[in-house]
């Protein structure tokens, strides 16, 4: 879906990064694999300016349509967003063709490790979380490695992550744990978090025993609560992920950080249960989170989207495509977006909704639905997820 909300952050982020890196600043600019919704990544950063902005406009004129597939009658449904300005998409998806092609994607492994033990989730939840929040987020994670799911299921959605192998041909691990909780409800060092600040969240949370530092399998995952602002939050990222320094926290860790978007910037960070104001009179609105809960379904995705790049890209020098290590497209950026068959240049994709009405694409643990963006998938070069039709 492409949204002026989109197009402004977009230009900033791009406008930034070149700024950045024109001010020697690079440091924090290199943190890797920020999940911005409503774009497509690909082609965008490492093309011209010029290009990049000649692209944005056109983009500007076209307004796209959601496919349903209604599973109780099995008809796919056609949403026409505002379709008096909806011209042939021909001309579109001939430059963002995303969905099985593989010519504009370079994605290569730069001999560097990945997640190929079982992996040990560390969760901390930062701000006040309600009890059901926590309950959602955590039965997503303990769905990855769980069997009996009824397909399409969020194990067979990380079967594409597991694809990904080492130079020894070790597969990343299909067992993923919940390993420890960490609550930091007194906000221990505030509401206005950096990119460098969160390192100082994880320090304190490993200094309090018995969270453990497992600097062997462990991967830290931060979740910021709906009051809680990040640096460059809705306006360039909704999630990153990277590692902690010696220095900060006494050893490498590698951890993501996700935010709750569901005040500060639902329309970005939690699109399509939130869309941008100027669509909501006249088109259909947004789509129905699978939980009722905006910020945190919109959440899910996110979280999928760096825990496949985390355990694919640690220490960020195994699996990334681009020339450029200080800004890689990683194995979800090459996805962004694309929930279902179809999907790509502003479609999400066919993806399902239930009796209730709630959208969804993937079964979890406990009757759970989730809608998470697809993977790039490096035996068939192309977005994979299991609920593809074709
Ligand atoms: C698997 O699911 C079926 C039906 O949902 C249930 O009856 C059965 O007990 C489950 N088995 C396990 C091992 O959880
Ligand atoms: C490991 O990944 C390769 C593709 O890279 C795949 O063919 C193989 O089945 C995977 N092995 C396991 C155990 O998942």
């Given at each position: ?41 690909i ?45 042939p ?15 504009l ?8 490790p ?5 992996i ?48 020894t ?35 304190t ?41 010696p ?65 694919s ?33 502003g479609?999400i ?12 694409n993937?079964n ?27």
């Open positions: 879906m492409t949204t002026t909300s989109d197009l402004d952050v977009k230009i900033d982020y791009f406008l930034s990064s070149l700024i950045c890196q024109e001010s020697g600043q690079n440091f924090l600019a290199t943190y890797h694999d920020s999940v911005l919704y409503n774009s497509q990544s082609p965008q950063i490492h093309i011209s300016l010029h290009h990049f902005l000649v692209i944005m406009l056109i983009r500007l004129l076209f307004f796209s349509s959601l496919f349903l597939v209604n599973d109780a009658k099995s008809t796919v449904q056609t949403l026409h967003v505002q379709p008096q300005y909806k011209l998409p021909k001309s579109f998806s001939a430059s963002h063709k995303f969905e099985g092609s593989s010519d994607v370079n994605l290569r492994y730069h001999m560097g990945v997640l190929s033990s079982p040990n989730i560390y969760l901390i939840w930062y701000g006040k979380w309600s009890a059901s929040q926590k309950t959602l987020i955590k039965d997503f994670l303990l769905s990855i490695s769980a069997s009996n799911q009824s397909s399409p299921s969020v194990p067979e959605w990380w079967h594409t992550v597991s694809l990904y192998t080492d130079q041909g070790a597969n990343i691990s299909r067992s993923v744990l919940l390993a420890g909780e960490y609550t930091d409800h007194l906000y221990s060092h505030g509401t206005q978090l950096t990119r460098l600040s969160i390192q100082d969240v994880i320090a949370a490993v200094r309090s025993k018995p969270f453990p530092i497992d600097h062997k399998k462990g991967i830290y995952l931060i979740l910021t609560s709906v009051d809680v602002t990040m640096q460059d939050f809705c306006r360039a990222v909704c999630g990153f992920h990277y590692f902690t320094f220095s900060m926290v006494g050893y490498t860790l590698p951890y993501a950080w996700v935010g709750n978007s569901g005040k500060q910037c639902p329309e970005v960070c939690a699109y399509p249960f939130a869309v941008p104001g100027y669509m909501g009179g006249g088109g259909p609105g947004a789509l129905n989170p699978p939980n009722g809960d905006i910020g945190v379904d919109g959440m899910i995705s996110v979280i999928g989207h760096e825990l496949a790049e985390l355990s890209n640690p220490l960020v020098n195994a699996w990334y495509a681009g020339e450029d290590p200080m800004a890689p497209t990683e194995i979800g950026d090459l996805c962004e977006g694309l929930y279902g068959t179809g999907g790509g240049g479609f994709g066919q993806v399902m909704r239930d009796k209730q009405g709630r959208t969804y993937l979890g643990i406990s009757g759970r639905k989730f809608l998470v963006q697809w993977i790039w998938d490096p035996v068939l070069k192309a977005c994979a997820g299991p609920n593809a039709l074709d």
